[in-house]
């Protein structure tokens, strides 16, 4: 069965850190580029940050430049998202996401991030 799982969301002070992980079960994730979605309420959908499988190059949002570091693990399966400086606005449901050059995309199931003192 193909499966993201994430792990380590939840609730942060304003200028603390998180560190979300998705592990990747039932597909060989390095023939993917993976990423990292968030939805905060009553807003739309939006790309935090992404790496690209052909060339291993990042993407961040302008919101998460500074602040948040993309990595992942072939190996161990795994996609990081290091969140440092958190922020009221950075509160959302964070999705990580592996997307085939054929167009494949698979989902995990989404973990809450709550910024607020």
């Known amino acids: 069965q193909l499966q993201l799982v994430e792990s380590g969301g939840g609730l942060v002070q304003p200028g603390g850190s998180l560190r979300l992980s998705c592990a990747a079960s039932g597909f060989t994730l390095a023939d993917y580029s993976i990423g990292w979605f968030r939805q905060a309420p009553g807003k739309q959908r939006e790309g935090v940050s992404c790496?690209?499988?052909?060339?291993?190059?990042?993407y961040y949002v302008d919101s998460a430049k500074g602040r948040f570091t993309i990595s992942r693990d072939n190996g161990q399966r795994t996609i990081a998202l290091s969140m440092n400086d958190l922020k009221p606005e950075d509160t959302a449901v964070y999705y990580c996401?592996?997307?085939?050059?054929?167009?494949?995309?698979?989902w995990g199931q989404g973990i809450q991030v709550t910024v607020s003192s």
């Open positions: 996401y592996a997307r085939r050059i054929d167009g494949t995309v698979l």
């Open positions: 790496i690209s499988s052909v060339d291993g190059g990042t």
